[in-house]
Structure formats: C-alpha cells, structure tokens
C-alpha cells in the first residue's frame, strides 16, 4: 500500500528521491535495486519505511512524521520521542 494516505505529505516517490534515489536506498537497505523500484508501483513496506523513518522526517523539513504515521506505535520503535511528548505536556 502507498504512503501518501494523508497522514503524512510525501509519496513512495517522494521518500526515494529524498534518500537519493533507488539505487542509495537499496545500498542503505543492503537490498538490490529492483526491490526498491518495485516500492514505486506496489508501495514501501512498512518494516523498510521504519528503517528510513528517522532520516525521511529530518530530510522532508516536517512533511514525514514518526509520530503521525504509527501514533500508536511510534514510542516502540523510538522510546527517545518520549522526551520530546513529556517536554509538550502530552
């Protein structure tokens, strides 16, 4: 399933670019290309898109967010956001 469900503003396309393309990405991921552009038509799968989470939301200036994508679930994969939703009074 595509990313670009609304919750974040960036599409599958989107997030490969900002990682600097197919061919980085699969080197990233220690994958071979064709898995990577194969995310182009069928979507990321959600265990890679974790893999790039964090950089993805430092690349796209706030468009991708952790804590938007899996709000259920986004202090099991990064417990050191707490610190940052205990600073907002969350």
Do not use: C
Request: charged share 30%; proline share 7%; aromatic share 8%.
């Amino acid at each position: 399933m595509p990313n670009n469900d609304g919750m974040n503003n960036l599409t599958d396309a989107e997030i490969i670019a900002l990682r600097g393309g197919v061919t980085n990405v699969a080197r990233l991921l220690e994958i071979k290309p064709p898995s990577v552009h194969e995310w182009l038509e069928k979507g990321i799968p959600d265990t890679r898109l974790r893999e790039l989470a964090a950089q993805i939301e430092i690349k796209s200036a706030g468009r991708f967010m952790r804590k938007t994508r899996w709000p259920e679930k986004y202090l099991f994969y990064w417990p050191e956001l707490a610190d940052e939703t205990q600073g907002q009074g969350a």
